[in-house]
């Protein structure tokens, strides 16, 4: 009689549009025993179930737990073999982005190191302890605690602008277009992105979680760092006309001073979240590039990764994922 096959238990810290994504993959899986931790991790699991692409008969757990209280994370992860740490905040004061991105990565690093398992934990491109932005700031001070911490125990995945059904970006941009009379860019609309696919993400994720019993994939992800970007580069303004492009819109593409943006994120920032928000350190990010840099010397890039570890019988396996693949599954589709 065949054994059944063995069960690896893989935490998701983290119940955020991403999350959903990389629980389906690793769902594929069936060496796989996915557990949803958070906060809120029941809203996920609602939504994962809910799924009619969700491969059924997974098994699925959920346990509450929060990265700001380390004694809740160490009976969470008891029994995990990988700890994917989604970690991470969006718009937030300088203290939040502390207390979540730095000591909050730092928490679920060193719980994941006391019950022995690795960690993939997501940081940003951009990510610098010397940033004046502390997103990018808490963001790379969490990384450097992680690895600290776990040394070739962690892989850490830098990504770019990340898109697909679901994200906070494009489809945030197509409802401004629906209630402005223009869309705004700043300082020309010239800074560089390089926007990469959700499912890209996840997969990669799949393939890090196979260090454990694959000696060629541990040998790639030990201690790697991946900057994760797509197959092309836009600027910011041409984001802009995609959005245009795909969700049918005409709308005048106006380019406003970065200190004007700044004076609107001194109000927007201090009123609740809502379509318009924006702050101060966000118009700060878009002076900066957002793409891919060269990989680590003798390690693999994010592409090369997926190439080499692809399961084969897979869609387009090893292809990265353009925008113009994606964006038309989801924006302009509610006309419809």
Avoid at 39 to 49: C, D, F, I
């Amino acid at each position: 009689m065949t054994s059944p096959p063995a069960t690896r238990k893989i935490v998701l810290c983290g119940a955020g549009f991403l999350a959903s994504y990389i629980a389906r993959a690793l769902a594929c899986n069936p060496l796989n025993r996915v557990q949803l931790t958070g906060r809120n991790p029941l809203l996920l699991e609602e939504k994962l179930l809910g799924d009619r692409d969700f491969p059924s008969g997974v098994l699925i757990h959920t346990v509450q737990a929060d990265i700001t209280k380390p004694s809740t994370l160490l009976p969470a992860f008891e029994g995990a073999d990988i700890v994917v740490s989604l970690v991470g905040l969006l718009n937030a004061t300088p203290e939040q982005f502390e207390r979540v991105q730095h000591q909050g990565t730092r928490n679920v690093a060193l719980a994941a190191r006391d019950v022995g398992a690795k960690v993939v934990q997501f940081s940003a491109i951009g990510a610098d302890v010397r940033s004046p932005v502390p997103y990018w700031r808490t963001k790379a001070l969490g990384e450097a605690a992680v690895k600290g911490i776990l040394g070739d125990g962690a892989t850490s995945i830098r990504p770019s602008l990340v898109f697909g059904p679901g994200d906070g970006f494009f489809a945030r941009f197509a409802k401004l277009a629906g209630v402005l009379p223009f869309l705004p860019v700043f300082g020309g609309g010239t800074t560089r992105f390089q926007p990469v696919f959700a499912g890209d993400i996840a997969q990669a994720v799949e393939i890090c979680t196979r260090r454990d019993i694959d000696k060629e994939v541990e040998k790639a992800v030990a201690g790697t760092t991946f900057d994760a970007g797509g197959p092309d580069i836009f600027t910011y303004k041409e984001l802009m006309q995609l959005v245009l492009e795909y969700d049918h819109k005409s709308r005048p593409i106006i380019s406003l001073p970065y200190e004007l943006g700044k004076l609107q994120g001194a109000v927007l920032e201090r009123l609740p979240e809502n379509l318009f928000t924006i702050t101060r350190h966000q118009v700060e990010q878009l002076k900066y590039d957002n793409v891919v840099h060269s990989p680590q010397e003798g390690k693999m890039s994010f592409e090369e990764l997926i190439k080499r570890f692809s399961i084969e019988g897979d869609k387009d396996v090893g292809n990265l994922t353009s925008v113009h693949a994606v964006l038309p599954t989801y924006l302009g589709k509610r006309k419809h």
